[in-house]
């Protein structure tokens, strides 16, 4: 008899919940699920966050970190043997165009749409549009992001900014460039701006695609250059034209007057790191890379680094800048993919947000709800700049990348011909990109043969 009232009493008590809409983060519970992370802010507030999120839900969570340039590498091997291994995927926005053409990822309108998994605080709509749209997409190469299914929820956004010490600017009398030319004059007057093993301006350099994509493309497009075009239906690479190869002999030209001089190595950690030693005077490249190196005690020069838009060619209004977010999707393959979807929904949601951007220093939020939260304005007010760069740069802030499958290809191809245009390999830059568009045309040939268009 008490057994029998026992039971009835959880019954009521379960009945009773959902009359008043509590969401129960529980049912899966007892679940493992696997993930690997990016070696990233937005990845260090996340495992920090790991307790809390599996003494709320009881679904335990096996992780591991790397760096993004061996990340991708891992995934694509473990997604393309079919394995189950992976669960919740940590992914770009670039890596969409890869995986979810090739069935790796698991439409999140599934869970959007399905009731009881889906938690109505979560509120979707309250994302940025401009980022829905940059994680939806139709699987159709050449297509412009925002059309399809929603492919991954973002974590963070970034966007190409240019942030400098303002202690060695004061020094020299400087400040942030207006245009092209004038970034390209900080590189010269500030190479050894301290003496040897001191240099302006920190860029990626690694013979990978993420190299390519703030400082570079930035650039390359402000150039009024493009990568790739629809000609007579299909589509063919643009590198070597004459807007590509002006950005191009730029892009060198910059890196040779004071780029790293470990430039063909250089990371994302490593920029971020000389830049928070002094040993870079600027960085140009994602803002969400600044930030965090800005922050109280986070490095040696914390509190002396500023914010402001990048440059544009001619130094008028007609400029652009890349937008990226990171974010975390599902695995088709995944066996636990409702447990996969409770973890993207509480490291994406409303409450997770709020707390990595006014507690933690992850940058910047995608959820409108958490940019205008007051906390949040309150500390982005302490970074000289930061909002007013924000302001200027978002409205001009978009995918400057064609999507496509081979993306990474592409690119990584791209980037390898900027470190050996660099190392001088070629007589001209022309030459040099006149191969590069062979071998890309011939990627995109490929890929349209295999899939029989």
């Known amino acids: 008899m008490k057994r029998l009232l026992a039971t009835v009493a959880l019954v009521a008590l379960a009945c009773s919940a959902a009359v008043a809409g509590e969401y129960n983060w529980k049912q899966q519970a007892g679940k493992e699920i696997k993930i690997i992370f990016v070696q990233h802010t937005y990845a260090e507030g996340m495992m920090k966050k790991l307790p809390e999120f599996e003494a709320l839900t009881g679904i335990k969570v096996d992780y591991s970190i790397m760096p993004e340039e061996n990340l991708f590498d891992k995934l694509t091997t473990s997604l393309s043997s079919g394995s189950s291994e992976l669960d919740v995927i940590m992914i770009p926005n670039f890596n969409i165009w890869q995986y979810a053409g090739a069935g790796f990822l698991e439409p999140l309108d599934n869970f959007i749409n399905k009731p009881g998994i889906y938690n109505p605080e979560y509120d979707f709509e309250d994302f940025f549009p401009a980022l829905r749209n940059l994680n939806r997409w139709s699987c159709v190469p050449g297509e412009a992001v925002g059309t399809g299914n929603q492919w991954i929820m973002p974590v963070g956004f970034e966007y190409n900014g240019f942030m400098y010490n303002t202690e060695v600017f004061a020094k020299f009398g400087l400040k942030p460039p207006k245009t092209l030319d004038e970034l390209y004059e900080l590189c010269v007057k500030l190479n050894e701006f301290e003496g040897p093993g001191t240099y302006a301006m920190a860029v990626r350099g ?44 730029y892009w060198i030209k910059c890196l040779k007057a004071g780029g790293p001089n470990n430039y063909l190595t250089q990371t994302w950690a490593q920029s971020g790191a000389d830049f928070g030693a002094r040993k870079a005077a600027f960085l140009y490249d994602a803002d969400n890379l600044g930030y965090p190196t800005n922050f109280p005690g986070r490095t040696q020069e914390s509190g002396k680094l500023a914010f402001a838009p990048v440059p544009s060619l001619k130094g008028d209004d007609n400029w652009q800048c890349n937008l990226i977010n990171w974010g975390l999707g599902v695995s088709a393959n995944s066996r636990n993919k409702d447990a996969a979807w409770l973890f993207v929904q509480y490291f994406t949601g409303p409450e997770y947000q709020t707390w990595s951007s006014t507690v933690w220093s992850s940058i910047d939020p995608p959820r409108k709800s958490v940019f205008d939260n007051p906390k949040f304005q309150e500390i982005i007010a302490g970074h000289q700049g930061f909002s007013e760069a924000l302001a200027i740069s978002i409205p001009k802030a978009t995918s400057l990348e064609t999507p496509h499958p081979m993306f990474g290809e592409i690119y990584t191809a791209w980037q390898s011909t900027i470190q050996d245009l660099y190392s001088g390999k070629y007589p001209t830059i022309q030459e040099g990109l006149d191969r590069l568009k062979e071998e890309i045309d011939g990627m995109l040939r490929e890929y349209d043969e295999e899939m029989g268009s």
């Open 206 to 249: 690694v013979r990978h695609w993420n190299a390519i994509v703030q400082g570079f493309i930035t650039t390359f497009r402000n150039f009024g250059a493009k990568d790739m075009v629809f000609e007579d239906g299909k589509l063919v690479s643009k590198v070597n034209s004459p807007e590509s190869v002006a950005a191009h002999e």
